[in-house]
């Protein structure tokens, strides 16, 4: 079946401590993206790529990073930089940036 | 930087009323409309899109959205809700400017009494 992937469901982090969320698609699109989803707040995005091996900020991209060494894979990490990483992290895909977007099931990260 | 506003953050129903949900977007220009459901437990899915053409479109399961461009709004409607209708509803915009993602609204949690 094609979709998204995105692993763990669950993730628990200390204080202090990177974590890297992971994100696979096998739609063959060329856009990726990452989303975190809180209360009241709908979706941000955190960050976004186009093409392989290229991407951009979005609007809270601090304490966060990400790579696209392959057209399937976009993982993110949350560093520990990230003052408030308790969310829930959407990752997306679009043949082109400027198409509907399908979402992966998401991954609810927790830090204790 | 292009903003959504959905105003009705929670919206509470009886079977068979009808629906009518806000949306509200600051660009000026050339732009792409969405609207996306998060039913309880399951992936953020698409209800319907506008991109060109009639400003009324048709989405999945009875919704329907008008593109008013004068008032830079989307508004989402159904005639007739059902209890499975219960989910939250979140507008998003792609502008035609260089940054290629889509602006989401704050979303509105709409509960449907059986």
């Known amino acids: 079946d094609g979709g998204i992937t995105q692993s763990p469901k669950y993730l628990f982090r200390k204080e202090g401590q990177n974590v890297t969320l992971s994100c696979e698609q096998n739609?063959?699109?060329?856009?990726m993206y990452w989303y975190r989803q809180d209360p009241g707040q709908g979706l941000r995005l955190i960050y976004y790529?186009?093409?392989?091996?290229?991407?951009q900020k979005g609007d809270i991209a601090e304490g966060y990073s990400v790579s696209r060494e392959k057209k399937e894979s976009f993982p993110l990490t949350v560093t520990s930089a990230q003052k408030n990483p308790t969310a829930f992290y959407l990752c997306?895909?679009?043949?082109?940036?400027?198409?509907?977007?399908?979402f992966g099931p998401g991954t609810r990260l927790t830090v204790l | 930087a292009q903003s959504v506003s959905q105003h009705n953050h929670h919206v509470i129903l009886s079977e068979a009323a009808s629906l009518e949900l806000g949306c509200n977007y600051s660009?000026?220009?050339?732009?792409?409309l969405f609207w996306y459901v998060q039913y309880p437990g399951q992936h953020l899915q698409l209800l319907l899109k506008?991109?060109?053409?009639?400003?009324l479109v048709k989405g999945i399961k009875g919704f329907e959205a008008e593109f008013i461009k004068s008032k830079f709004s989307f508004n989402l409607r159904k005639p007739s809700v059902q209890w499975s209708d219960t989910a939250e509803y979140f507008c998003?915009?792609?502008?035609?400017?260089?940054?290629?993602?889509?602006?989401f609204g704050s979303g509105t949690r709409l509960q449907v009494q059986p």
């Open positions: 790529s186009q093409i392989v091996n290229d991407f």
């Open positions: 998003a915009v792609n502008a035609g400017t260089g940054r290629r993602a889509l602006t």
């Open positions: 739609l063959n699109h060329d856009a």
């Open positions: 660009y000026g220009g050339t732009v792409n």
């Open positions: 506008y991109f060109s053409g009639d400003p």
């Open positions: 997306a895909s679009s043949i082109q940036g400027w198409n509907e977007q399908f």
